[in-house]
């Protein structure tokens, strides 16, 4: 199938790629789809992808749903907030999925059990039964997080924020592609097969559904969880230990940086979604276009991914080359903070041209933002990394459940008025990123503490009795890879240390 | 219905930047046109089975050539107060251009003083909602002069209702579930696979 057959010389083994010791890619070729590194790119991306496409396949076709099931614009609002709520905690599930079984089994079973969510939605009858089929189809988006675990298992520290921009952004990008297709995939169906609207709607939904389950197939069969094979076999061949469950949990949970990431991740990739939900209706109500260029104006914001992301990623590698993980923060928080200057002046501009044009710059921005944050998420634990990639990923969902909830619903606030509100709060919750501390690479305005390695901030996951039984080996090797996060300056420091101290 | 269109023009202007405030507006058409149709008060009717009979003629207490500019008559099936409620897609406002509280079409017809006449049946995409009948007298510019309506001034009585149908076939339903059974079924063949290579590696 997928595999790559394992030798007894581990090191002869031949990838197509170059490789570190971990036998992580450390270089990104985007046209190949050698197995595995590569291939397992291109099939997190398309089933991320795909998993988009279902969760707002509604949006589009709104206008025709309210008429069929009677909703009210109290109904649609709720079924929006339900989409995105779900993947919560449904993200941070994954990420210890993950780190537990790894990320070929855990995406391909969420991708299948959500999938009935889909197509059921053509038979729902009622705003109630609405509302659960955006509910359960949103638990997909927590393929993000599958997505990224495997990108940074795959890909080495130099070229992990280009992957898991790519695969992150290329994902994004069925939100807006969804605005498009669905659509045409209705008015193909109601003008060739010639069903009436009511009909047309719920045969389209099919189109998402198929391709979500055959995306999961595809991740099953032809995908692998590590360079050196799936988590069955080396946990069997005793090549890799299986992880306990509260162990792995605890060292993500009391990581105070997954906390902080989660909370700004809220506050780029939340607005991302918030977006994607009401930025249509704000065209086609503030400047009355009609639903159609609403149509194509929401997608271009959703299609940005296509560069904006995989740019933010990309950077944030750059920028790690000459400072290291200093340089990873510096400008997570430049963009972010433009971002959200950029969210205010929207809400604030009257005219139609000049708000296309802003909405542009600020889809840029907040999606590179997005791709920043991932690039600084593989770094905080090596132990937990699926549950760290969980939170700060399921953290992104719940700025979308509160950035909709209190400026999006009922007429408190025009939609204008909570796009500028929205952009002070991105600013506001921008600044925690000041307070996220490597003791081995420094902070924002500190630099690293002396004499403190990346051995001792990665192998303090694991307690003196695990590290005995030689659980901790990965950690070792991820420790001397992730050692360019210093920068150039920092190459020169001490390597090895004395017992590790702190987190 | 006067001070509340004004209201809402005002608002209207305030809220929209886009310079297009010219534009018939509603509380200036006059109400010269009789319409009356025949469904009974609050009856219930299915989209695309039953059918609606709407007649119109001018009302001959206005004075002679009130009605000298209408050309043509178009007839519409417009939404009652309830079903507008929270649904701001289907508002109405005083400026007839951007108004939303008349989107089904049910006729036109060239204008004649009396005897106009046609049967309608309610056709599938009409959705489930509260209705009255309104028709529009236009001039030769295709602009609206004059109305008339079956309900009241303050669209209360007279109303009926049209059940929509629901766009869902047995088939549909039949695909939908079968394929749902069969994307679970799969991941469960899915783990037995896993577990069964799992075996296979721990006895090499």
């Known amino acids: 199938?997928?595999?790559?057959?394992?030798?007894?010389?581990?090191?002869?083994?031949?990838?197509?790629?170059?490789?570190?010791?971990?036998?992580k890619a450390t270089e990104f070729r985007l046209f190949s789809v050698a197995t595995p590194h590569m291939r397992a790119f291109h099939l997190s991306w398309i089933s991320f992808f795909a998993c988009f496409v279902s969760t707002f396949a509604a949006p589009p076709l709104i206008p025709i749903i309210r008429d069929n099931l009677n909703l009210t614009a109290t109904d649609i609002g709720n079924a929006g907030i339900a989409a995105v709520s779900g993947a919560v905690f449904a993200r941070v599930a994954m990420g210890t999925a993950c780190d537990l079984f790894g990320p070929r089994l855990a995406s391909s079973s969420l991708i299948l059990l959500t999938a009935p969510a889909v197509f059921l939605s053509a038979i729902a009858n009622s705003p109630a039964a609405f509302l659960m089929v955006r509910f359960f189809t949103g638990f997909s988006l927590a393929t993000f997080v599958s997505t990224q675990f495997w990108m940074s298992s795959m890909f080495s520290p130099t070229v992990v924020g280009t992957a898991n921009g790519l695969s992150g952004g290329w994902g994004n990008l069925g939100g807006g592609a969804t605005q498009l297709i669905m659509p045409l995939v209705f008015s193909l169906i109601h003008s060739s097969i010639g069903s009436t609207k009511f009909t047309a709607w719920r045969i389209a939904f099919f189109i998402p559904a198929l391709f979500q389950t055959l995306s999961a197939y595809a991740i099953f069969?032809?995908?692998?969880?590590?360079?050196?094979?799936?988590?069955?076999?080396?946990?069997k061949s005793g090549e890799k230990h299986k992880d306990n469950f509260s162990q792995v949990f605890y060292h993500a949970i009391t990581n105070y940086r997954g906390w902080i990431?989660?909370?700004?991740?809220?506050?780029?990739?939340?607005?991302?979604?918030?977006?994607?939900?009401?930025?249509?209706?704000?065209?086609?109500?503030?400047?009355?276009?009609?639903?159609?260029?609403?149509?194509?104006?929401?997608?271009?914001?959703?299609?940005?991914?296509?560069?904006?992301?995989?740019?933010?990623?990309?950077?944030?590698?750059?920028?790690?080359?000459?400072?290291?993980?200093?340089?990873?923060?510096?400008?997570?928080?430049?963009?972010?903070?433009?971002?959200?200057?950029?969210?205010?002046?929207?809400?604030?501009?009257?005219?139609?041209?000049?708000?296309?044009?802003?909405?542009l710059v600020f889809s840029v921005f907040v999606q590179a933002a997005c791709g920043l944050t991932f690039g600084v998420v593989p770094f905080v634990s090596r132990r937990s990394l699926g549950v760290i990639s969980g939170m700060t990923g399921g953290g992104g969902n719940v700025g979308a459940v509160l950035t909709q909830v209190i400026f999006f619903r009922g007429s408190r606030y025009s939609t204008e008025e909570g796009i500028s509100l929205m952009g002070v709060m991105i600013m506001c919750c921008t600044l925690v990123i000041m307070l996220i501390y490597f003791p081995q690479w420094g902070g924002l305005f500190c630099g690293p503490r002396k004499g403190v390695t990346e051995e001792d901030y990665y192998l303090?996951?694991?307690?003196?009795?695990?590290?005995?039984?030689?659980?901790?080996?990965?950690?070792?090797?991820?420790?001397?890879?992730?050692?360019?996060?210093?920068?150039?300056?920092?190459?020169a420091a001490p390597v090895q240390s004395d017992p590790p101290t702190i987190v | 219905m006067k001070i509340p269109a004004g209201f809402l023009v005002v608002c209207l202007m305030f809220s929209c930047f886009v310079a297009t405030s010219y534009g018939v507006l509603f509380s200036s058409l006059k109400d010269t046109l009789i319409v009356t149709a025949t469904h009974t008060q609050d009856q219930v009717?299915?989209?695309?089975?039953?059918?609606?009979?709407?007649t119109w003629r001018f009302n001959q207490t206005y004075p002679a050539g009130t009605d000298s500019a209408y050309k043509t008559v178009k007839v519409k099936l417009c939404y009652a107060p309830i079903s507008q409620k929270d649904r701001k897609w289907r508002k109405t406002v005083d400026l007839l251009k951007k108004d939303k509280t008349c989107p089904h079409k049910i006729v036109a017809r060239p204008y004649t003083a009396s005897n106009n006449s046609f049967t309608w049946t309610i056709e599938r995409d009409i959705p489930s909602a509260v209705y009255f009948v309104r028709a529009f007298a236009l001039n030769a510019q295709e602009e609206q002069v004059a109305y008339g309506q079956t309900t009241d001034a303050h669209k209360s009585s007279n109303l009926f209702t049209v059940q929509a149908i629901t766009g869902r076939h047995v088939g549909l339903d039949v695909a939908s579930i079968c394929f749902s059974a069969f994307s679970v079924v799969s991941l469960a063949g899915f783990f037995y696979m896993e577990k069964r290579k799992g075996k296979v590696a721990q006895q090499k």
């Open chain 1, 460 to 491: 303090s996951e694991w307690s003196a009795a695990e590290k005995e039984q030689g659980f901790h080996k990965m950690s070792m090797k991820f420790s001397e890879n992730s050692r360019r996060e210093r920068g150039r300056k920092g190459a």
């Open chain 1, 1 to 23: 199938m997928g595999e790559v057959a394992s030798n007894p010389e581990k090191n002869d083994r031949k990838f197509a790629l170059p490789v570190d010791s971990e036998h």
């Open chain 1, 221 to 235: 069969f032809l995908g692998q969880d590590m360079p050196d094979g799936n988590y069955v076999r080396l946990e």
């Open chain 1, 261 to 359: 990431l989660a909370l700004t991740y809220g506050y780029c990739f939340g607005v991302e979604l918030t977006i994607d939900n009401i930025i249509a209706q704000y065209f086609y109500d503030r400047f009355d276009v009609n639903l159609h260029t609403a149509g194509i104006i929401a997608a271009s914001f959703g299609l940005a991914n296509l560069f904006s992301r995989p740019g933010g990623g990309m950077l944030s590698d750059f920028v790690a080359r000459r400072f290291g993980m200093r340089g990873r923060l510096w400008t997570l928080w430049v963009v972010q903070m433009v971002g959200g200057l950029l969210c205010l002046l929207l809400g604030k501009i009257g005219s139609l041209s000049g708000s296309v044009a802003v909405m």
């Open chain 2, 45 to 54: 009717l299915k989209a695309g089975e039953e059918q609606i009979t709407v």
